[in-house]
């Protein structure tokens, strides 16, 4: 099992939808998570962190982390094709390991 | 604050040589971290260093080596160099248990 699953996609959706974005993590020290965009032949850029249950929001981003489930998910409301790119999932444990997940691919349709 | 900066952006070298990638991170960050990324690969973990000392190191080869100095810059070596080797070499920062911010890279090329 890997440490931190994310689907890989592509996930597609209509332009104006909300995506909907998942990643789950089997280390129950898992503390912080994060969420990057990566634009392809782009380095990651950082997103959004969350470090509590619950939402998170910002602008047309929601994070939102369940850690009785180990799920951590990314809502992009009001896609746009400019948010077409990889979301990595990222789990920092308490022994500072710092996982990545392989990515989802979105496609915004126009 | 300036982000992170990477020396060089591109790199061609044979098989069998050495080469020594630079990374700069971003003002007051101690934590640098090494990823490799290959298509269809994902960020593969090098190794990260805090304060001069390696914290934590992926599964490779010991050709990979780094260091950090104690202005926090980081530099990553790679010694007899192999074709599996070609890929983007990320450099990225943090201040500690935060996100890390990404450098722009280093493309190797080995011929």
């Known amino acids: 099992q890997k440490e931190v699953e994310q689907n890989s996609g592509p996930l597609s959706v209509p332009e104006g939808a909300i995506a909907s974005l998942n990643c789950t993590y089997s280390?129950?020290?898992?503390?912080?998570f994060f969420w990057y965009r990566q634009y392809s032949g782009k380095s990651p850029e950082l997103i959004m962190s969350?470090?509590?249950?619950g939402d998170k929001e910002d602008g047309r981003f929601t994070a939102q982390l369940n850690k009785a489930s180990q799920y951590v998910s990314l809502l992009i409301r009001d896609s746009q094709p400019s948010d077409s790119a990889t979301y990595l999932c990222?789990?920092?444990?308490?022994?500072?390991?710092?996982?990545f997940g392989t990515g989802t691919r979105l496609k915004v349709l126009a | 604050k300036a982000g992170v900066t990477q020396t060089p952006r591109y790199l061609i070298k044979t098989r069998g040589q050495q080469v020594t990638l630079s990374c700069s991170p971003i003002s007051g960050h101690r934590s640098v971290s090494w990823y490799q990324q290959t298509p269809g690969q994902g960020l593969q973990f090098l190794f990260e260093y805090f304060s001069e000392t390696q914290r934590n190191k992926g599964n490779f080869p010991g050709r990979f080596s780094g260091r950090q100095f104690s202005n926090s810059r980081s530099e990553m070596n790679v010694s007899t160099l192999e074709l599996g080797d070609s890929a983007l070499y990320l450099c990225?920062?943090?201040?500690?248990?935060?996100?890390?911010?990404f450098g722009p890279g280093t493309r190797l090329t080995v011929l």
């Open positions: 990222a789990a920092l444990s308490g022994t500072y390991k710092y996982i």
């Open positions: 280390d129950r020290g898992s503390q912080s």
């Open positions: 969350i470090y509590s249950n």
């Open positions: 990225a920062s943090s201040l500690d248990g935060g996100g890390r911010f």
